[in-house]
Nanobody, 127 residues
Framework: QVHLVESGGGSVEAGGSLRLSCLLS????????LGWFRQAPGKEREGVAT???????NYADSVKGRFIISQNDAKNILYLQMNGLKAEDSAMYYC?????????????????????WGRGTQVTVSS
């Protein structure tokens, strides 16, 4: 059973930075794509960034050039470095694992959500 726990959320002013972390257990990196997703109140869940087991990375257009997804060498921690934060980045951020290719998963995420999900960490950006 894959288990994911997010941390690192918080409140920050526009233009600031945060780094989210996701601790993974029960996970075999060669079998899953990992991703960060977010959901603001009253909005659909949307893809932020994904990283496939072969290292391919995909970003949503809205965060490209500002956010960076990465993993530690042991492949058991997923990070999301968020720079140049904007008010519209405010949302609950979720870490997830699925066996769908990241480029597709990022853009087609729809409820009911497949794969494994953490409980989320809140990011609030004040303008």
């Amino acid at each position: 059973q894959v288990h994911l726990v997010e941390s690192g959320g918080g409140s920050v002013e526009a233009g600031g930075s945060l780094r989210l972390s996701c601790l993974l257990s029960g996970y075999k990196y060669s079998e899953y794509c990992l991703g960060w997703f977010r959901q603001a109140p009253g909005k659909e869940r949307e893809g932020v960034a994904t990283i496939d087991s072969d290292g391919e990375i995909n970003y949503a257009d809205s965060v490209k050039g500002r956010f960076i997804i990465s993993q530690n060498d042991a492949k058991n921690i997923l990070y999301l470095q968020m720079n140049g934060l904007k008010a519209e980045d405010s949302a609950m951020y979720y870490c997830a694992a699925d066996n769908e290719p990241g480029a597709i998963w990022l853009r087609t995420i729809r409820a009911p959500y497949t794969g494994y999900w953490g409980r989320g960490t809140q990011v609030t950006v004040s303008s």
